[in-house]
């Protein structure tokens, strides 16, 4: 769903209604950053970081962000510390904080499930966001855009309060670069048991699910298979890619995992993308899986962390049947096809994308490239094209980039603000499967909540569990 579209609060309702909600974990720093400069309107954010296990750290924070009333009107957010491979302590502590308090909420007032969704190719945030997590009682780790091997150990490492280390891929690397986290050196006295929350790691095919089931040490919990449809980011198409018409990669049967083969790993699976309806949630159902996870319906629901009026123009759109969900191949500074929504005023729009400025400011997405003196540098063919050749990429590589850090959190209300006073434009990002969504926007002409979601889905399904 992106940054923070899958909220606590979203999360929270899933949860509460005993199914497993799942909050977006990408970055979760920046996110209390600027929320704690909008003035943390409702005051929930500071009733987390009270219940944060080291109160020291969560009012160093709170000293360095929190702005009462909010920013004055014109002004920027002031910049955060980006992770690397060898992060400030500034950096650790505000993404240590700010995933502790989004799963925190997501848990208050009730006992359900909650989980939180990470990204592998954003590796250098790994260590930080998963232990915040666990300091709040996650109870899932998913993890996807990737190959997950190291996840299960990292889970483990926490648990037993031990440091954890994760082999960080760097373009052109001599030599093994790995990040750690101690949780001792952080917390101290203050660290409290930690619980080992259950690892789904998130794949395309059956080979990568067998793959990862075939070893104790790399050994997930459990699968979300997800399919070419699903939001987000995507895996591109096996062997040469090829795009039809409208210039989107095309899948075939290379594509589709073999549900059978995922069943024989023995473990729990969920089916995503192109689940949107009850009669594909009793599909699932019937060959084999644990439940499904649906992310367009809820990304669409009065609790999303979507931008209103985004939300309503996409319903809008929605109800004039016009709306529809390109898989761009080039928009995503990971090299990986990207669902867009095409929305007027978004980066979507040839002029909007033209006008902007490139630039590079929060960096999630970067990629670590080592220099031949060995050195690390990050660059994002995103970033403005001089800098990026600079570092070493190819011009070639920035065509058609756009900057998906700004955009996602433009989409929840928290994009930048330059200094000249230009705003940073969103990129609405949305699954192709948009059948679930057309009826519930027929049953509920003026928008639906996640209970209406939920209860539409599991119609004749009776107590099955789903995911988000």
Request: charged share 25%; net charge negative.
């Amino acid at each position: 769903m992106g940054i923070a579209v899958s909220s606590w609060r979203l999360a929270r309702e899933v949860s509460r209604r005993g199914h497993l909600g799942v909050v977006s974990g990408t970055a979760l720093d920046g996110v209390l950053a600027r929320r704690l400069q909008d003035g943390d309107p409702g005051g929930h954010l500071r009733r987390a970081l009270e219940a944060f296990p080291s109160p020291a750290m969560a009012q160093r924070v709170l000293d360095r962000y929190f702005l009462e009333g909010g920013r004055p009107e014109g002004r920027p957010y002031r910049p955060h510390s980006r992770l690397t491979i060898s992060p400030s302590r500034e950096a650790i502590e505000l993404s240590l904080v700010g995933n502790f308090a989004e799963v925190w909420l997501a848990k208050e007032g009730h006992d359900g499930l909650v989980g939180i969704n990470l990204l592998e190719k954003v590796q250098t945030a790994t260590a930080s966001a998963t232990l915040g997590a666990m300091l709040a009682g996650v109870d899932y780790v998913l993890m996807g855009a990737g190959v997950p091997r190291e996840t299960p150990r990292l889970l483990n490492d926490f648990a037993a309060g031990r440091a954890g280390h994760l082999t960080i891929e760097v373009t052109g690397a001599t030599r093994v670069h790995r990040a750690s986290l101690d949780p001792v050196t952080y917390l101290g006295d203050d660290l409290p048991p930690l619980k080992r929350p259950a690892c789904l790691a998130i794949v395309s095919l059956h080979v990568l699910a067998s793959y990862l089931a075939r070893d104790e040490e790399i050994r997930p919990d459990g699968f979300v298979v997800e399919g070419p449809r699903a939001g987000g980011h995507s895996a591109p198409p096996r062997g040469r890619m090829s795009l039809d018409a409208l210039g989107d990669p095309v899948y075939g049967a290379k594509d589709e995992a073999d549900l059978a083969k995922v069943a024989q790993t023995g473990l729990p699976f969920w089916l995503a993308g192109g689940c949107s309806t009850p009669e594909r949630v009793a599909e699932a159902l019937a060959v084999g899986a644990a439940g499904v996870q649906v992310g367009s319906l809820f990304a669409l629901a009065a609790e999303s962390g979507l931008r209103p009026d985004l939300r309503q123009q996409l319903l809008d759109d929605l109800a004039d049947d016009t709306l529809s969900v390109r898989n761009d191949p080039l928009a995503s500074p990971t090299g990986f096809p990207f669902k867009v929504a095409p929305v007027e005023g978004t980066l979507s729009q040839p002029d909007v994308y033209g006008a902007r400025e490139r630039i590079c400011d929060l960096g999630y997405l970067r990629v670590p490239a080592e220099r031949p003196d060995g050195s690390v540098v990050y660059r994002c063919p995103a970033d403005r094209v001089d800098m990026y050749v600079k570092k070493g990429g190819q011009e070639g590589d920035t065509v058609g980039r756009k900057c998906l850090c700004n955009a996602l959190f433009a989409d929840v209300g928290l994009g930048q603000l330059r200094k000249d006073g230009y705003a940073e434009p969103a990129a609405v990002t949305l699954g192709q499967d948009l059948e679930g969504a057309k009826v519930l926007q027929r049953l509920h002409p003026d928008g639906w909540t996640t209970g209406e979601a939920l209860d539409w889905l599991l119609t004749g399904v009776g107590g099955a569990s789903g995911d988000r």
